[in-house]
Protein backbone atom coordinates (compact mmCIF):
# COMPACT_ATOMS: atom_id res chain seq x y z
CA UNK A 1 0.00 0.00 0.00
CA UNK A 2 1.57 3.30 -0.79
CA UNK A 3 0.97 5.77 1.86
CA UNK A 4 1.47 8.71 -1.33
CA UNK A 5 -2.28 8.06 -1.40
CA UNK A 6 -3.00 9.69 2.19
CA UNK A 7 -3.89 12.89 2.77
CA UNK A 8 -4.11 15.11 5.56
CA UNK A 9 -7.75 13.81 6.63
CA UNK A 10 -6.49 10.33 6.19
CA UNK A 11 -3.87 11.07 8.73
CA UNK A 12 -6.87 13.07 10.96
CA UNK A 13 -8.81 10.04 10.75
CA UNK A 14 -6.53 7.65 11.18
CA UNK A 15 -5.09 9.45 14.37
CA UNK A 16 -8.66 10.09 15.84
CA UNK A 17 -9.65 6.19 15.57
CA UNK A 18 -6.60 5.34 17.12
CA UNK A 19 -6.77 7.81 20.07
CA UNK A 20 -10.50 7.08 20.90
CA UNK A 21 -11.18 3.64 19.25
CA UNK A 22 -13.95 2.76 17.05
CA UNK A 23 -16.07 5.32 15.76
CA UNK A 24 -18.59 6.10 13.10
CA UNK A 25 -18.22 8.71 10.75
CA UNK A 26 -20.20 10.91 12.48
CA UNK A 27 -18.46 10.77 15.82
CA UNK A 28 -15.18 11.24 14.29
CA UNK A 29 -16.79 14.68 13.13
CA UNK A 30 -18.08 15.57 16.19
CA UNK A 31 -14.55 14.46 17.94
CA UNK A 32 -12.42 16.74 15.08
CA UNK A 33 -14.78 19.34 15.87
CA UNK A 34 -13.77 19.37 19.62
CA UNK A 35 -10.24 19.22 18.59
CA UNK A 36 -8.09 19.85 15.91
CA UNK A 37 -10.72 21.27 14.13
CA UNK A 38 -9.75 24.57 15.90
CA UNK A 39 -6.51 25.09 14.27
CA UNK A 40 -6.47 22.27 11.07
CA UNK A 41 -9.25 23.17 8.78
CA UNK A 42 -11.22 20.66 5.67
CA UNK A 43 -14.29 20.05 5.01
CA UNK A 44 -15.76 17.85 7.72
CA UNK A 45 -17.96 16.01 4.98
CA UNK A 46 -14.46 14.29 3.57
CA UNK A 47 -14.87 12.71 7.41
CA UNK A 48 -17.97 10.53 6.01
CA UNK A 49 -16.59 9.62 2.82
CA UNK A 50 -12.58 9.15 4.08
CA UNK A 51 -13.23 6.05 6.35
CA UNK A 52 -14.76 4.08 3.56
CA UNK A 53 -11.68 5.01 1.03
CA UNK A 54 -8.96 4.06 3.82
CA UNK A 55 -11.14 0.54 4.41
CA UNK A 56 -10.68 -0.12 0.76
CA UNK A 57 -6.96 0.45 0.91
CA UNK A 58 -6.87 -2.17 3.96
CA UNK A 59 -5.98 0.75 7.24
CA UNK A 60 -9.46 0.35 8.45
CA UNK A 61 -11.97 -2.29 9.17
CA UNK A 62 -15.32 -1.97 9.69
CA UNK A 63 -18.47 -3.21 11.40
CA UNK A 64 -22.11 -2.61 10.04
CA UNK A 65 -24.93 -2.72 12.08
CA UNK A 66 -27.43 -5.76 10.66
CA UNK A 67 -30.68 -4.09 12.14
CA UNK A 68 -31.77 0.03 12.55
CA UNK A 69 -30.05 2.40 11.08
CA UNK A 70 -27.03 0.26 9.69
CA UNK A 71 -24.25 2.86 11.33
CA UNK A 72 -20.79 2.10 9.95
CA UNK A 73 -18.19 1.58 12.83
CA UNK A 74 -14.70 1.83 11.88
CA UNK A 75 -11.36 0.88 13.46
CA UNK A 76 -7.87 1.31 12.62
CA UNK A 77 -5.97 -2.04 11.54
CA UNK A 78 -2.17 -2.67 11.95
CA UNK A 79 -1.69 -1.17 9.03
CA UNK A 80 -3.32 1.56 9.45
CA UNK A 81 -1.57 1.99 12.80
CA UNK A 82 2.29 1.43 10.79
CA UNK A 83 0.79 4.30 8.33
CA UNK A 84 0.19 6.56 10.94
CA UNK A 85 3.59 5.68 12.76
CA UNK A 86 5.46 6.94 9.60
CA UNK A 87 4.07 10.21 9.31
CA UNK A 88 3.96 10.97 12.02
CA UNK A 89 7.84 10.31 11.99
CA UNK A 90 8.46 12.45 8.99
CA UNK A 91 10.26 15.74 9.15
CA UNK A 92 7.35 18.23 8.82
CA UNK A 93 7.77 22.10 8.17
CA UNK A 94 3.88 22.45 8.96
CA UNK A 95 3.39 23.79 12.78
CA UNK A 96 0.22 21.54 12.95
CA UNK A 97 2.33 18.27 12.05
CA UNK A 98 4.93 19.39 14.75
CA UNK A 99 1.97 19.96 17.59
CA UNK A 100 0.35 16.40 17.06
CA UNK A 101 3.71 14.50 16.88
CA UNK A 102 5.18 15.94 20.45
CA UNK A 103 1.66 14.73 21.70
Do not use: C, N
Not at 18 to 25: C, F, H, I, Y
Not at 52 to 66: A, M, N, P, S, W
Not at 70 to 82: N, P
Request: overall charge positive; hydrophobic content about 35%.
Amino acid sequence: MSTSRLTTTSYVVLGMLAMRGPSTSYQLKRAVGRSVGYFWPFPHAQLYSEPKRLVELGLLDVQTEEEGRRRQTFSVTGAGLTALRRWLREPSEDPSRSAISAS
